[in-house]
């Protein structure tokens, strides 16, 4: 995902600015750890012979809509994220690789999508909890009934904070899940989690899906996994990139920010360093019959 | 999972009474969700040919071992477990079934396991958290690795607290993780109970190769399938580790009373939303 920075938003809303290259770099290597760790693109979904026209929301630099094209070349597949640094360089990468099915576009999921009724198989998002009031996922998800025809498919794929033996990634993940719940972004009642993957499935029964379905995946990145490697330069960035909202919604000090930094990527070096993180992905079919 | 009742362990570390019928009948509850939750008694990944000999630690009333006795004639399978309540059920059960594969016997699995070297091929651990004090986990998986054969294969299921959208069942998670933590039990030294997160690291540190994993999602949000069963399940657990979190002095009889009522309150509502992360790890023993 990247995150909203929308002028009409609320300011504090921002959680990283979204065209920033180190955030770009970011995104660009936690698509490929997830679609890893979830074992493929769609894993999911058994039958993609009645998916033709695929939107992914929030793409970021495109690497699960690239992907997606590369894979299914007679599929023709839509990303739209809010920057236009992402889009750009998501849209070079299709005319590199000659993905003629591959086409990006800069929206803000929180507006009304610039797309007609009925017009998309299947409706992506990973990970958009960053820029999601709590008040838009219901109007984004009845969006998506909107641009899909019946029988289309809307997934959402979400993260509770990551479990550490890490007292600075603990902390810093407390932080962060008070700083969502201050700038209203999360689901959770007290804080202690971003409680985003118990309600997806009822923001999608709310919204008329049938069928609904959920599955759960983890990447291990505790130290000599594959993945902590990239994890940790994800975190390094993640959670530099992170400072100035925490800062901003007044969840700590610049100073504290500094130090437990340091601390946690210390602590992840560490050959004890225990660490995993969950996401589940929900799914619904919108009605055969409206 | 059912507790040690053991005199000689610290009297805090007991969660549950371990000789509790009503303790009996939401593990045998929790058993059936669980392998629905976890789509069968085995990850597909598992190659179960030349598994013969499969012990499960802290078997409880046995839902697990019964299942594979009777889907598995061919294959023995031995439970163990602290408390004599369970296994005189689980041995009650395997005969009245007529699973002559099937046998349980009461065991204090932190202590070393009274099985001799090499014989099982495969040690299933559900739910062991709330019994294990942290430093106690590397010494089991290794006696696991002592009576596993070569090649044979370890697999380690545990879970991590629920998270919901009620106010009031987040404060019992709460608690219930604080007590994890107090009682030296929980791997986060922040919040979370953590346990999911050290089990690779933990197989792979004893020697274990081609660690492996599959995350599973309990959820238990009302008009779901599991909402039902997974209400009553909280609803005794609940009940019965209230004299637990009281006696840590974590909370008062009339405060975690009050709590507990509106906890079950919000969990009956039409809106309540609530998951649980499961994690397996299994790996085998280098042959």
């Known amino acids: ?290 | 999972m059912s507790t040690p009742t053991d005199a000689s362990q610290d009297e805090n570390t007991y969660f549950i009474d371990a000789e509790n019928a009503a303790e009996m009948a939401r593990l045998l509850m929790q058993d059936r969700l669980l392998t629905k939750t976890m789509g069968g008694l085995f990850p597909q990944q598992i190659d179960l040919a030349h598994v013969q000999r499969i012990l499960d630690l802290a078997c409880g009333p046995g839902g697990w071992a019964l299942d594979v006795a009777r889907a598995y004639p061919e294959k023995q399978v031995v439970g163990v477990d602290v408390s004599q309540l369970m296994v005189a059920y689980a041995n009650a059960q395997a005969r009245e079934q007529k699973l002559p594969n099937a046998s349980f016997q009461t065991m204090d699995i932190l202590k070393p396991l009274a099985f001799p070297d090499n014989s099982f091929d495969l040690v299933n651990a559900r739910f062991l958290t709330g019994l294990m004090p942290t430093s106690a986990w590397s010494k089991l998986v290794q006696e696991c690795m002592r009576i596993l054969r070569p090649g044979g294969i370890i697999r380690v299921t545990e879970f991590e607290a629920t998270i919901s959208n009620s106010p009031s069942a987040e404060k019992l998670f709460a608690l219930s993780t604080r007590a994890i933590q107090v009682t030296g039990q929980a791997f986060s030294p922040g919040n979370n109970i953590g346990t999911t997160a050290m089990l690779g690291p933990l197989l792979r540190n004893a020697g274990y190769e081609q660690v492996q994993h599959q995350a599973y999602a309990l959820d238990s949000s009302a008009g779901v399938e599991a909402h039902h069963s997974q209400f009553q399940n909280a609803m005794t657990f609940f009940k019965l580790l209230q004299p637990f979190l009281v006696k840590l002095g974590i909370t008062t009889q009339e405060e975690v009373e009050i709590l507990y009522q509106r906890a079950m309150e919000e969990m009956m509502s039409t809106t309540y939303c609530a998951i649980m992360f499961i994690l397996s790890v299994w790996g085998t023993k280098p042959a």
């Open chain 1, 1 to 290: 995902m990247s995150a909203s920075n929308n002028a009409s938003g609320d300011e504090k809303a921002y959680f990283i600015d979204a065209e920033n290259v180190a955030e770009m770099a970011r995104l660009a290597m936690q698509d490929r750890l997830t679609t890893k760790a979830m074992g493929g693109l769609l894993p999911e979904q058994a039958n993609l012979s009645a998916i033709h026209d695929i939107l992914d929301i929030a793409c970021g630099p495109g690497a699960w809509a690239l992907d997606m094209a590369q894979a299914f070349p007679q599929k023709r597949v839509t990303g739209i994220d809010i920057s236009r640094l992402m889009v750009e360089y998501a849209q070079a990468q299709a005319r590199e690789k000659d993905l003629h099915n591959a086409t990006f576009q800069v929206m803000d999921a929180l507006n009304p999508l610039e797309f007609a009724d009925n017009s998309f198989d299947l409706v992506n998002a990973r990970f958009i909890t960053g820029f999601m009031s709590k008040a838009a996922w219901p109007l984004l998800v009845r969006e998506c009934t909107r641009i899909l025809r019946p029988g289309g498919i809307l997934r959402l794929t979400e993260c509770e904070s990551p479990l550490t033996n890490s007292k600075g990634s603990e902390r810093m993940y407390e932080m962060l899940a008070q700083a969502l719940a201050r700038a209203d972004r999360i689901f959770s009642v007290d804080g202690r989690h971003i409680g985003i993957t118990p309600v997806l499935g009822r923001l999608l029964h709310d919204a008329g899906f049938v069928a609904i379905q959920k599955m759960s995946h983890v990447i291990d990145y505790s130290f000599g996994t594959e993945a902590h490697a990239g994890c940790y330069q994800d975190v390094m960035t993640f959670l530099k990139l992170l400072q100035p909202f925490f800062v901003n919604v007044g969840v700590t000090t610049q100073e504290e920010a500094n130090r437990l930094y340091l601390q946690t990527l210390e602590e992840m070096r560490s050959e004890n360093f225990c660490g995993i993180f969950f996401f589940l992905t929900a799914w619904g079919m919108k009605p055969k019959e409206a």
